[in-house]
Nanobody
Framework: VQLQASGGGLVQTGGSLKLSCAAS????????MGWFRQAPGKEREFVAF??????????GVADSVKGRFTISRDNSKSTVYLQMNNLKPEDTAVYYC?????????????????????WGQGTEVTVSS
């Protein structure tokens, strides 16, 4: 499985961006996809996830972005989106998309970086104040 993230850029505080993550290869094996971010000098942190197996529903976002970020999927395109609204300077980071073939009944497992076995190259988001 290969992941290609896009959509990052420079935006002012309060602005919006939409990130895309397109999966290719053996996408039928993917159970969930997620977004993580890493700011300079900080650890990679969870942002959002969504189950991509059409038999299951489930998604979640980090408390720090709740009400501002929305994750969605288009299974016909093997693509996951992250709509980011009302961006703040603290959202500045490199955003990574990830995918996993692992299935967990409990959603919280999909908030851990260790759950994911495929990672994209990252797309940079800079929010100016």
């Amino acid at each position: 499985v290969q992941l290609q993230a896009s959509g990052g850029g420079l935006v002012q505080t309060g602005g919006s961006l939409k990130l895309s993550c397109a999966a290719s290869g053996r996408t039928i094996t993917i159970n969930s996809m997620g977004w993580f971010r890493q700011a300079p000098g900080k650890e990679r942190e969870f942002v959002a996830f969504i189950r991509t197996d059409s038999r299951f529903e489930g998604s979640g976002v980090a408390d720090s972005v709740k009400g501002r970020f929305t994750i969605s999927r288009d299974n016909s395109k093997s693509t996951v989106y992250l709509q980011m609204n009302n961006l703040k300077p603290e959202d500045t980071a490199v955003y990574y998309c990830a995918a996993t073939s692992r299935y967990y009944k409990i959603d919280s497992y999909y908030r851990a970086t260790s759950t994911y076995n495929y990672w994209g190259q990252g797309t940079e988001v800079t929010v100016s104040s």
